[in-house]
């Protein structure tokens, strides 16, 4: 099982719908969860982190963490083209060494006029 | 604002040659990685190094030496280099140990032929 899983996708959503990406995790003791996003050819940039149970709101974006059932998901609300990109979940947990920050593959999202 | 520096951008070495790939950052990081990311894999740990002077193997260490010049520099090198290793590569930095989010550099796309 891989400590950090998204599905592939394509996700294709409608200008203005909500995108509703998602992402579960294996290592229970995991503190800090993040979104990246990644577009094609450029470096990934992280739009959300969360820490605790429950949403955290930022403008169109919001991002929900479950530590029971280890998943935490990103929603973007009135999606617009340029939103059309790779989000990366990633989860960070302590490995004894230090930090370790763990990626899933990412889930491609297309905004459709 | 330079935030996380890599250089090169891009590189072509022949097999079995070696290079480094260079990493600073302006922020006052304590913790640097280094990662690779090829299509359908996702981003991967390759080094890390938690806090100057320390250096950890991530999950994808074979081929790879880091060094932790100083708090701002984190090298990659390869020493043979093999086609397998033809991948974009990552460099990121964390202010600290403990569940901080990462900050990336633009990229390094190398090409083994």
């Known amino acids: 099982q891989k400590e950090v899983e998204q599905n592939s996708g394509p996700l294709s959503v409608p200008e203005g719908a909500i995108a509703s990406l998602n992402c579960t995790y294996s290592d229970r003791v995991s503190q800090s969860f993040f979104w990246y996003r990644q577009y094609s050819g450029k470096s990934p940039e992280l739009i959300m982190s969360?820490?605790?149970?429950g949403d955290k709101e930022d403008g169109r974006f919001t991002a929900q963490l479950n530590k029971a059932s280890q998943y935490v998901s990103l929603l973007i609300r009135d999606s617009q083209p340029s939103d059309s990109a790779t989000y990366l979940c990633a989860v960070n947990g302590f490995t004894g060494g230090g930090n370790k920050l763990t990626f899933g593959t990412g889930t491609q999202l297309k905004v459709e006029l | 604002n330079a935030g996380v520096t890599q250089t090169p951008k891009f590189q072509v070495l022949k097999t079995g040659q070696s290079m480094t790939l260079q990493c600073a950052q302006d922020?006052?990081?304590?913790?640097m990685y280094w990662y690779r990311q090829d299509p359908g894999m996702g981003l991967r740990l390759i080094y890390y190094?938690?806090?100057?002077?320390?250096?950890d193997k991530g999950e994808v260490p074979n081929g790879y030496n880091v060094s932790r010049l100083n708090k701002r520099e984190f090298s990659l090198r390869l020493e043979s280099a093999a086609p397998s290793q033809t991948s974009v590569y990552f460099c990121a930095s964390s202010p600290g140990q403990w569940g901080t989010e990462a900050f990336f550099g633009q990229g390094t796309r190398l090409t083994v032929v």
């Open positions: 922020m006052n990081h304590n913790s």
């Open positions: 190094s938690a806090s100057e002077g320390t250096t």
């Open positions: 969360i820490y605790s149970n």
